[in-house]
């Protein structure tokens, strides 16, 4: 079996890049994350909203904002000031919303939060689990991690099949989204879906 080739691996690099872009630009994934956004699950709660590109944080800070939420950004383009008044803010409770791109994921102190949205898949269970870990305390506190997963996907074969793994499968609960609103889907206890996993699809 010969190994690629120098371009044939540059080709399969560019095509995985072009893959991963369109599941992270998918509309549907982008009105999920808006009716997450209009659930009132993020009106009083401390909540992390994490996501893979600054450009994508930056759209969800707007769209946060105009809908009268009290949200604030870190991200590795902010000066180390701008970082610590958002982190203040987000500390003193001032702002309950923090949007964030990779940069809290480990050696950040960040303030305990009850809610995190993770809105882009990542394969890596050591970010998955340094993410989860922002709300799911040792403490035992009520705290909630929705992840928004593409159907039919390698989030959804490699990330939703397999995140019992980390957090145990009495606490995952997997729903399509029909665009009905998100709070009725979290008030259910069970799942209402059942994900993919590569292992077994045919």
């Known amino acids: 079996r010969q190994a690629p080739t120098a371009s044939l ?3 399969l690099i560019e095509l995985y ?3 991963r872009e369109l599941l992270e630009s998918s509309p549907r994934r982008r009105e999920v994350l808006e009716a997450c956004l209009n659930s009132n699950m993020l009106v009083s709660t401390r909540s992390i909203i994490f996501h893979e590109r600054i450009r994508d944080a930056e759209t969800t800070l707007q769209l946060a904002r105009t809908k009268n939420l009290r949200a604030v950004m870190d991200n590795s383009q902010l000066s180390a000031s701008e970082r610590r008044v958002d982190m203040d803010m987000f500390r003193s409770g001032s702002s309950n ?3 964030a ?3 809290i994921d480990e050696g950040i102190d960040v303030p305990d939060a009850k809610l995190a949205i993770i809105v882009h898949g990542t394969s890596s269970s050591r970010q998955r689990i340094q993410r989860i870990g922002r709300v799911v305390r040792p403490t035992g506190e009520t705290a909630m991690v929705v992840s928004i997963l593409a159907r039919n996907s390698s989030e ?3 990330i939703g099949a397999r995140d019992f793994l980390l957090v145990g499968r009495d606490r995952i609960a997997h729903h399509l ?4 609103p998100i709070d009725e889907l979290l008030e259910l206890s069970c ?3 059942t994900p993919t996993n590569l292992e077994v699809a045919d």
């Not at 989204?177 to 009905?180: A, K, P």
Request: zero cysteines.
């Open 156 to 158: 959804e074969f490699h």
């Open 9 to 11: 691996t540059k080709r």
């Open 97 to 99: 919303v923090l949007v």
């Open 101 to 103: 791109v990779r940069t």
């Open 177 to 180: 989204w029909n665009d009905q």
């Open 17 to 19: 890049r072009r893959r």
């Open 191 to 193: 799942s209402t879906y």
